[in-house]
């Protein structure tokens, strides 16, 4: 239900902005947070914003929500400044706080808002455009991981646990097979062949997170295209939006998932799953670009790179099965089957990967060893 005009102004009232509202409007194709473009009379020129209410549904706690999102931003900002950065607040996201020193304002409703200064120089696309765009995608993932590199991801709360074990993932569709309360698993005896086969995949990260082979450090955990900031002017990654899902957690799920989507030119929904692939140069761009901003990875992370957009990949189709099985539960569907259609896409895109082994673990090797 949209929000009225008075209820938008009593609550952007609450922020700390020294100039007069002229109008504040539906912004963005955001799914999750509703969005509101707002803009501010400040005598010779018109400042902008983006307020938020926060989807309390999805984002159960949105307290630590917020802590994690000041926590990550003003350390990207100290860090900037710190390289000589004069304005960190026009290329990062950046908070508003309220008047009484809040990040957010919480309504008589209960609902949870927040403001972020309004970045003017860049755009952002919900498709890959040009191979020089996805190297822009890689570089804007390594840029944000860069920058909060040194930050100690114990500073960060859990806010989505069990999110990226691959093993948890597995053992609900499991479950779901076994119960097989829709009598659905005589339609996807293919995939769950396909998934017998590779349940090695499953622990291959997470087991060595575990050993601490594979250090924790602060993620995205939703690195897709619409994610990364362009600048407007020169075509380069700028920074990352959508904080939300900011914890720790490994780089690996982050790389392997960035690739895994901007790599598969069909998509998710592609209409036949059989003409899935993996585009190899869209990949090499992607990672490259990646792999020039990402210069503190230990040896060890770098050699699990090349999987990781296997685990990730098993991962998602893995959840998409297993939702099937379930009943259609978790992710919204448009037709009968629409889960099963999204694991044979993941599926195919997984086995397009697999042919690609080879030439992935050698231009990751390769360009990291250049950096």
Same mark, same amino acid.
């Given at each position: 239900?949209?929000?009225?005009? #008075?209820?938008?102004?009593?609550?952007?009232?609450?922020?700390?902005?020294?100039?007069?509202?002229?109008?504040?409007?539906?912004?963005?194709?955001?799914?999750?947070?509703?969005?509101?473009?707002?803009? &501010?009379?400040? !005598?010779?020129?018109?400042?902008?914003?983006?307020?938020?209410?926060? #989807?309390?549904?999805?984002?159960?706690?949105?307290?630590?929500? @917020?802590?994690?999102?000041?926590?990550?931003?003003?350390?990207?900002?100290?860090?900037?400044?710190?390289?000589?950065?004069?304005? /960190?607040?026009?290329?990062? /996201?950046?908070?508003?706080?309220?008047? #009484?020193?809040?990040?957010?304002?919480?309504?008589?409703?209960?609902?949870?808002?927040? @403001?972020?200064?309004?970045?003017?120089?860049?755009?952002?696309?919900?498709?890959?455009?040009?191979?020089?765009?996805?190297?822009?995608?890689?570089?804007?993932?390594?840029?944000?991981?860069?920058?909060?590199?040194?930050?100690?991801?114990?500073?960060?709360?859990?806010?989505? /646990?069990? &999110?990226?074990?691959?093993?948890?993932?597995?053992?609900?569709?499991?479950?779901?097979?076994?119960?097989?309360?829709?009598?659905?698993?005589?339609?996807?005896?293919?995939?769950?062949?396909?998934?017998?086969?590779?349940?090695?995949?499953?622990?291959?990260?997470?087991?060595?997170?575990?050993?601490?082979?594979?250090?924790?450090?602060?993620?995205?955990?939703?690195?897709?295209?619409? #994610?990364?900031?362009?600048?407007?002017?020169?075509?380069?990654?700028?920074?990352?939006?959508?904080?939300?899902?900011?914890?720790?957690?490994?780089?690996?799920?982050?790389?392997?998932?960035?690739?895994?989507?901007?790599?598969?030119?069909?998509?998710?929904?592609?209409?036949?799953?059989?003409?899935?692939?993996?585009?190899?140069?869209? &990949?090499?761009?992607?990672? !490259?670009?990646?792999?020039?901003?990402?210069?503190?990875?230990?040896?060890?992370?770098?050699? @699990?790179?090349?999987?990781?957009?296997?685990?990730?990949?098993?991962?998602?189709?893995?959840?998409?099965?297993?939702?099937?099985?379930? !009943?259609?539960?978790?992710?919204?569907?448009?037709?009968?089957?629409?889960?099963?259609?999204?694991?044979?896409?993941?599926?195919? +895109? +997984?086995?397009?990967?697999?042919?690609?082994?080879?030439?992935?673990?050698?231009?990751?090797?390769?360009?990291?060893?250049?950096?």
């Amino acid at each position: 239900m949209p929000t009225s005009q #008075n209820v938008l102004e009593s609550v952007i009232a609450q922020f700390e902005i020294p100039a007069a509202l002229d109008k504040a409007e539906g912004f963005g194709s955001g799914l999750i947070n509703d969005t509101y473009l707002c803009e &501010f009379n400040a !005598g010779t020129e018109t400042r902008k914003y983006i307020l938020q209410r926060i #989807n309390a549904s999805v984002f159960r706690n949105p307290v630590e929500v @917020m802590e994690n999102v000041v926590t990550v931003t003003e350390h990207m900002q100290a860090r900037l400044r710190r390289e000589g950065v004069s304005d /960190p607040l026009s290329v990062t /996201p950046a908070l508003v706080r309220t008047r #009484n020193g809040r990040s957010f304002f919480r309504d008589s409703t209960n609902g949870y808002w927040r @403001m972020f200064h309004f970045i003017e120089e860049g755009d952002v696309f919900d498709t890959v455009m040009s191979l020089d765009h996805a190297r822009e995608v890689g570089r804007g993932l390594g840029r944000f991981q860069t920058l909060v590199s040194d930050l100690d991801p114990a500073k960060l709360h859990d806010t989505l /646990p069990g &999110f990226h074990h691959t093993p948890k993932y597995l053992a609900e569709y499991d479950n779901a097979l076994r119960l097989d309360i829709k009598g659905r698993a005589k339609d996807a005896a293919a995939e769950t062949a396909f998934v017998s086969r590779r349940r090695a995949l499953a622990p291959l990260l997470t087991d060595l997170m575990a050993s601490g082979r594979l250090p924790l450090r602060v993620v995205h955990n939703d690195p897709k295209v619409n #994610n990364v900031m362009i600048r407007r002017a020169t075509h380069e990654a700028l920074c990352m939006l959508d904080l939300d899902t900011v914890k720790s957690g490994l780089v690996h799920f982050d790389f392997g998932d960035c690739v895994r989507s901007a790599a598969n030119p069909l998509g998710e929904d592609a209409v036949e799953p059989e003409k899935v692939r993996f585009d190899e140069g869209l &990949f090499e761009a992607v990672a !490259g670009g990646y792999l020039r901003e990402a210069t503190f990875l230990t040896a060890g992370e770098i050699e @699990m790179l090349p999987p990781s957009i296997k685990v990730i990949t098993f991962e998602l189709g893995l959840r998409f099965l297993a939702d099937h099985l379930r !009943g259609d539960t978790y992710f919204r569907t448009n037709y009968p089957g629409h889960n099963l259609h999204r694991a044979r896409v993941q599926f195919k +895109l +997984l086995e397009s990967i697999e042919a690609a082994a080879e030439r992935i673990t050698s231009f990751i090797l390769t360009n990291r060893a250049r950096a």
